[in-house]
């Protein structure tokens, strides 16, 4: 294994340092009325859970737990403990609750394929029929699917049972058979009895097939979900020499450095806890507990590790997300498993961080970490968790979840030296006691970023521009339209041509000072003529100023905006 995070104290590339004094220090507590503190965003809506998914007299009930979500046409589903909501967000000032679905289980997390919604199920409370009595009915843990063609009246089609149930999954999609997805599920719960499945055993690593050390595969014909079946069971953690399935880590890990309080989860790695998959290029990163792993997905019904990585650092190795280019992928540790204050000016900043690494051969090079750069309360749960890329072109841009620590968006295309840019963030839960809320998932889905609060509902922000951020970087970010989004099953984003594409990249030259007087000058007066003459129908003309500047555009830091300039005189 590769040891990713071998540093001395002091020599900590790329963790971030927040700006004295920062807004986000000291903010009144309260459920529904904490204070807040916002930079370089506008937040645009916030909707309150809604009945039947919150408890009114406990907003810290575990039975009703916001958690996490995706977008499909102009629906966002968030999923909750006791079951799912949709809202539609096609005017995202003003979402819309569709429909709520109570269907207890746990964890909740969701993901949408065309006509179909995938939920996972962790706790012994879920039933195969979504009742609401825990002491009747068939157990379920799994994953369940259902038909969303009637986005008002959700129909549960298949429930596929699993040893583990499914603590996160992760739709895969094969590029070559568009009638077929796969998801992929990690389960990291205990294993069930063999009363309540047939089959499930817990029996060490060296004992006869037993149900830990492997992740589910599960094949679903798009046309007839209720098929949905395990197709392969694949051993992701196994020593290639010996052929041990607990061939990574093995516990338990004493960390580098005293914290004050011990690392939990210890780093044990039996299952991943969360897989991001990237089908356009082939490879998949696994969070995987005590390690963070790449997986080649081109065969999608048999995944097979090709590098790992590992930190002392880490307690347990979260979730991922690739940049766009697939040249870099970041890990988050989720270090006190969520529950804990792990965003105190006593903590490391490599602790309960993220890990950027570089991808190159395949292979996983470490480049930094980056954490929220400002401290949080002791009252309130703060650590890496789960975000999305926001597409802004030339650039690697992540919005992030930190539980109560709030929203961080933050520049990572030096990946040594990622920055943040703007931030949301509100007071804790409860002044007095620690009470877990915050966000689980914070996602950008076509030109806005949502947030999923724990305890307190659906958020929903726009960008503004900054010294970070330009408006047309912002507006070539909005243009990227998707059909559906999910974040653990990453698509290639690619930009159509536009004036904000190019003036997206001009901004970025003269950010860099690639482009000086009297060039800067000349730029701006042929992209005005030619946006003047677009407007106006004269298109040959537009076209024309458009060339007539890439051809003062010579030199070598100017050619991703030339090409933007000649890509978009080429579709006038």
Same mark, same amino acid.
């Given at each position: 294994?590769?040891?990713?995070?071998?540093?001395?104290?002091?020599?900590?590339?790329?963790?971030?340092?927040?700006?004295?004094?920062?807004?986000?220090?000291?903010?009144?507590?309260?459920?529904?009325?904490?204070?807040?503190?916002?930079?370089?965003?506008? %937040?645009?809506?916030?909707?309150?859970?809604?009945?039947?998914?919150?408890?009114?007299?406990?907003?810290?009930?575990?039975?009703?737990?916001?958690?996490?979500?995706?977008?499909?046409?102009?629906?966002?589903?968030?999923?909750?403990?006791?079951?799912?909501?949709?809202?539609?967000?096609?005017?995202?000032?003003?979402?819309?609750?569709?429909?709520?679905?109570?269907?207890?289980?746990?964890?909740?997390?969701?993901?949408?394929?065309?006509?179909?919604?995938?939920?996972?199920? @962790?706790?012994?409370?879920?039933?195969?029929?979504?009742?609401?009595?825990?002491?009747?009915?068939?157990?379920? %843990?799994?994953?369940?699917?259902?038909?969303?063609?009637?986005?008002?009246?959700?129909?549960?089609?298949?429930?596929?049972?699993?040893?583990?149930?499914?603590?996160?999954?992760?739709?895969?999609?094969?590029? *070559?058979?568009?009638?077929?997805?796969?998801?992929?599920?990690?389960?990291?719960?205990?294993?069930?009895?063999?009363?309540?499945?047939?089959?499930?055993?817990?029996?060490?690593?060296?004992?006869?097939?037993?149900s830990r050390w492997r992740i589910d595969v599960i094949?679903?014909?798009?046309?007839?979900?209720?098929?949905?079946?395990?197709?392969?069971?694949?051993?992701?953690?196994?020593?290639?020499?010996?052929?041990?399935?607990?061939?990574?880590?093995?516990?338990?890990?004493?960390?580098?450095?005293?914290?004050?309080?011990?690392?939990?989860?210890?780093?044990?790695?039996?299952?991943?806890?969360?897989?991001?998959?990237?089908?356009?290029?082939?490879?998949?990163?696994?969070?995987?507990?005590?390690?963070?792993?790449?997986?080649?997905?081109?065969?999608?019904?048999?995944?097979?590790?090709?590098?790992?990585?590992?930190?002392?650092?880490?307690a347990y190795w979260h979730s991922a997300t690739f940049?766009?280019?697939?040249?870099?992928?970041?890990?988050?540790?989720?270090?006190?498993?969520?529950?804990?204050?792990?965003?105190?000016?006593? *903590?490391?900043?490599?602790?309960?961080?993220?890990?950027?690494?570089?991808?190159?051969?395949?292979?996983?090079?470490?480049?930094?970490?980056?954490?929220?750069?400002?401290? %949080?309360?002791?009252?309130?749960?703060?650590?890496?968790?789960?975000?999305?890329?926001?597409?802004?072109?030339?650039?690697?841009?992540?919005?992030?979840?930190?539980?109560?620590?709030?929203?961080?968006?933050?520049?990572?295309?030096?990946?040594?030296?990622?920055?943040?840019?703007?931030?949301f963030d509100r007071g804790a839960v409860n002044a007095?006691?620690?009470?877990?809320?915050?966000?689980?998932?914070?996602?950008?889905?076509?030109?806005?970023?949502?947030?999923?609060?724990?305890?307190?509902?659906?958020?929903?922000?726009?960008?503004?521009?900054?010294?970070?951020?330009?408006?047309?970087?912002?507006?070539?970010?909005? @243009?990227?339209?998707?059909?559906?989004?999910?974040?653990?099953?990453?698509?290639?984003?690619?930009?159509?041509?536009?004036?904000?594409?190019?003036?997206?990249?001009?901004?970025?030259?003269?950010?860099?000072?690639?482009?000086?007087?009297?060039?800067?000058?000349?730029?701006?007066?042929?992209?005005?003529?030619?946006?003047?003459?677009?407007?106006?129908?004269?298109?040959?003309?537009?076209?024309?100023?458009?060339?007539?500047?890439?051809?003062?555009?010579?030199?070598?830091?100017?050619?991703?905006?030339?090409?933007?300039?000649?890509?978009?005189?080429?579709?006038?």
């Amino acid at each position: 294994m590769i040891a990713a995070g071998v540093l001395l104290a002091g020599a900590l590339p790329g963790t971030a340092s927040a700006a004295e004094p920062d807004p986000r220090i000291g903010l009144g507590a309260g459920w529904l009325d904490a204070q807040s503190a916002i930079s370089n965003l506008e %937040q645009v809506a916030h909707r309150d859970k809604p009945a039947g998914m919150v408890d009114p007299a406990n907003p810290g009930n575990g039975g009703f737990y916001n958690s996490d979500f995706a977008f499909g046409g102009g629906y966002a589903f968030t999923g909750n403990y006791n079951g799912f909501n949709i809202f539609d967000v096609s005017k995202p000032s003003d979402p819309q609750l569709v429909t709520s679905v109570v269907c207890p289980g746990g964890q909740g997390d969701v993901s949408v394929h065309d006509n179909l919604l995938f939920m996972s199920v @962790e706790e012994t409370r879920g039933r195969v029929d979504c009742g609401t009595n825990p002491s009747v009915g068939t157990r379920f %843990q799994g994953v369940r699917v259902f038909d969303i063609s009637d986005v008002r009246n959700p129909v549960q089609v298949a429930a596929v049972q699993l040893c583990r149930g499914s603590h996160t999954h992760t739709v895969v999609t094969d590029p *070559d058979d568009a009638s077929n997805v796969y998801v992929y599920v990690s389960g990291t719960t205990s294993v069930r009895p063999a009363t309540t499945m047939a089959g499930c055993n817990n029996n060490p690593a060296n004992g006869e097939d037993p149900s830990r050390w492997r992740i589910d595969v599960i094949k679903v014909p798009v046309a007839a979900p209720e098929q949905a079946a395990v197709v392969n069971q694949p051993r992701l953690f196994a020593d290639p020499e010996t052929g041990r399935i607990d061939g990574l880590q093995n516990g338990p890990v004493t960390p580098r450095h005293p914290s004050g309080s011990n690392w939990s989860p210890t780093p044990n790695t039996n299952a991943c806890h969360d897989i991001t998959a990237y089908p356009e290029i082939g490879l998949a990163a696994g969070a995987c507990q005590g390690n963070g792993i790449l997986i080649d997905i081109s065969d999608p019904a048999n995944p097979r590790r090709i590098d790992e990585v590992s930190d002392p650092n880490f307690a347990y190795w979260h979730s991922a997300t690739f940049n766009n280019d697939g040249t870099k992928v970041i890990f988050t540790d989720e270090w006190g498993g969520g529950s804990g204050a792990r965003c105190r000016d006593t *903590d490391q900043p490599e602790w309960g961080a993220n890990a950027i690494f570089d991808i190159v051969d395949r292979k996983m090079t470490f480049a930094s970490y980056y954490k929220l750069p400002v401290p %949080q309360s002791l009252q309130e749960n703060c650590v890496a968790h789960n975000g999305s890329l926001i597409p802004v072109p030339g650039r690697d841009i992540m919005m992030q979840a930190w539980y109560q620590g709030g929203i961080s968006v933050f520049d990572f295309t030096d990946s040594a030296h990622p920055q943040e840019i703007a931030f949301f963030d509100r007071g804790a839960v409860n002044a007095n006691s620690l009470v877990l809320g915050g966000f689980w998932s914070a996602y950008w889905y076509n030109g806005s970023l949502f947030g999923n609060e724990i305890a307190r509902g659906l958020d929903v922000f726009k960008l503004t521009p900054s010294e970070h951020l330009s408006k047309a970087e912002i507006k070539a970010a909005e @243009e990227v339209q998707l059909g559906q989004f999910n974040a653990q099953g990453q698509p290639k984003i690619t930009w159509t041509p536009s004036f904000a594409l190019a003036r997206a990249y001009y901004d970025q030259a003269v950010r860099a000072d690639a482009i000086g007087h009297p060039l800067k000058s000349q730029v701006d007066m042929f992209l005005e003529r030619a946006e003047g003459f677009a407007a106006e129908g004269k298109r040959s003309a537009a076209a024309a100023q458009l060339r007539a500047l890439s051809n003062k555009l010579g030199a070598p830091e100017h050619q991703t905006l030339k090409k933007a300039v000649l890509d978009l005189a080429d579709t006038l």
